[in-house]
């Protein structure tokens, strides 16, 4: 029988998705390749050959022994359900599992499309137009996220250790992955937060040097701007 | 020890992941109780709901207390829960993997897509008295188009669901989101022939529960016509 190969990631550092996956794997020992994809190089998720793979063209992507899979909350499940880690990762008593499968949900259209847009629309924007940042739009957007990071304090974390019980799970992967963004325009968007900031340390703690070896990319995007200001 | 009370869940029917629910309750024969929520009548922001769901919306589930949101999670647990067929969420990791990927990738796609055209066709005009903003519904048209595409080959792919040979809970969410325009008096798969075999071999698998659901929508597209 032909050993079983690693399992390939194909990953951007400076997507949130991607940089829960790469914690997910480091911190767990999960043996794995990274395939970097440089989606801001413009092309690089555009390939031919990236394109057979995913034809959606985003990160992360997951190849495990041919099995081809997307989308970060499924890969971070299959990794922790097929591979030999802690399952308070992704537990399986079902009250437990869904909370984390709740809290997933609820990501997708608040924790991520808000926060994203803030470092949308103070760095990605401006750095590829040129143009001022549109101030209008990101107070709208910090607003929005405003509302967010209430619901994420009040309604999931509840003076818990983190977001869905006592242990760290793939949710707190997922979300602090994407309130760090904004860190690269130089925002702390948990700046006013004390509870969440609390949270985020235990997350950072539990996860150990992975945490800022995902970071690297984005610490150097943020070190970048402030060096040219 | 106390008998198990029934699971109760909170729904209005007018929601499209409420349906997905109150489908999957109806055709596995899981023992259940709705309460209505109307949001329309602004049911959801009452202080006892409000208890309830602090987030105001629906569909919610309690399970001898156990409170829970979000369809997704929702359906999961009441498979995983109760003794129906696995098919509906396989338990074998990759066919597993397979429903998580659709239920992530339909929050940004199907549901904000399809939903936008029934928002704009029918809700928007029906609060303001204002008449169908055409440029956007146009636009939201176009995106929506886009889903359709990629849920044609990146999901379906000449398989029977979305997700294999077999319904899953990722079938119910795509097909009550993609319903909804129905409202309005607009079928959105008019010109995609494999979507409509497979929204049939769905209507087909969960029999008359479908048409139960979705009794409420229909209701809206026949006062709709009646006025014009």
Same mark, same amino acid.
């Given at each position: 029988? %032909?050993?079983?190969?690693? &399992?390939? #990631?194909?990953?951007? =550092?400076? @997507?949130? /998705?991607?940089? %829960? $996956?790469?914690?997910?794997? @480091?911190?767990?020992? *999960? /043996?794995?390749? $990274?395939?970097?994809? %440089?989606?801001?190089?413009?092309?690089?998720?555009? +390939?031919?050959?990236? +394109?057979?793979?995913? /034809?959606?063209?985003?990160?992360? &992507?997951? #190849?495990?022994?041919?099995?081809?899979?997307?989308? @970060?909350? %499924? *890969? =971070?499940?299959?990794?922790? +359900?097929?591979?030999? $880690? /802690?399952?308070?990762?992704?537990p399986r008593q079902p009250e437990r599992r869904a909370r984390v499968d709740e809290y997933t949900a609820w990501h997708h259209s608040n924790t991520r499309p808000h926060a994203a847009r803030v470092f949308i629309l103070e760095v990605l924007l401006p750095a590829q137009s040129g143009s001022p940042v549109d101030e209008v739009r990101l107070n709208r957007a910090l607003s929005e996220l405003d509302v967010s990071l209430d619901r994420l304090e009040t309604a999931f974390l509840r003076r818990q250790p983190f977001l869905c019980g006592d242990d760290i799970t793939v949710a707190d992967l997922l979300a602090v992955c994407e309130l760090m963004q904004p860190l690269g325009g130089g925002r702390d968007v948990l700046q006013r937060r004390p509870e969440l900031q609390r949270w985020r340390s235990r997350v950072q703690t539990a996860v150990g040097e992975s945490f800022d070896r995902a970071h690297a990319v984005l610490y150097a995007v943020r070190e970048r701007r402030s060096a040219k200001l």
């Open positions: 029988m %032909a050993a079983r190969r690693l &399992v390939e #990631v194909y990953l951007d =550092l400076l @997507s949130q /998705p991607c940089r %829960a $996956v790469h914690i997910l794997l @480091s911190c767990t020992g *999960i /043996p794995h390749t $990274v395939r970097t994809v %440089a989606l801001r190089k413009g092309n690089e998720n555009r +390939t031919p050959e990236f +394109t057979k793979l995913n /034809p959606m063209q985003k990160v992360p &992507v997951m #190849v495990d022994n041919g099995f081809v899979l997307t989308e @970060s909350d %499924a *890969i =971070l499940k299959y990794l922790v +359900t097929r591979y030999d $880690v /802690p399952e308070h990762w992704y």
